[in-house]
């Protein structure tokens, strides 16, 4: 089994900045895409960027240019520098991974438990 767990959220006033963290724990041979989602209030969980093996990295254009997420291999933690915050950016943060614990079986995709960014005005 695989847990995440995601750190790093809280208040920040716009145009501020906070760092996500995202560990991956337990049986894991390797990772393969990780990613971060979040979801605001009365609105459906939306994809936010996400890094593959190769740290080859893709942005939803509303954080584009505002957001830089990575990854550290040797720590299964991916990461999301999050700079510039609007208070449309507030939200529940969540992490996945695409996760290969064996060789026998296919990969399988686990998600954190979230964390709450607040951006006031």
């Known amino acids: 089994q695989v847990q995440l767990v995601e750190s790093g959220g809280g208040l920040v006033q716009a145009t501020g900045s906070l760092r996500l963290s995202c560990l991956a724990s337990g049986t894991i041979l390797s990772i393969n895409t990780m990613g971060w989602y979040r979801q605001a209030p009365g609105k459906q969980r939306e994809w936010v960027a996400n890094?593959?093996?190769?740290?080859?990295?893709n942005y939803a254009d509303s954080v584009k240019g505002r957001f830089t997420i990575s990854r550290d291999n040797a720590k299964n933690t991916v990461y999301l520098q999050m700079n510039s915050l609007k208070p449309e950016d507030t939200a529940v943060y969540y992490c996945?991974?695409?996760?290969?614990?064996?060789?026998?079986?296919?990969?399988?995709?686990?998600w954190g438990q979230g964390t709450q960014v607040t951006v006031s005005s």
């Open positions: 996945n991974a695409v996760v290969r614990s064996s060789t026998w079986h296919s990969p399988n995709t686990y």
């Open positions: 890094i593959n093996s190769g740290r080859i990295t």
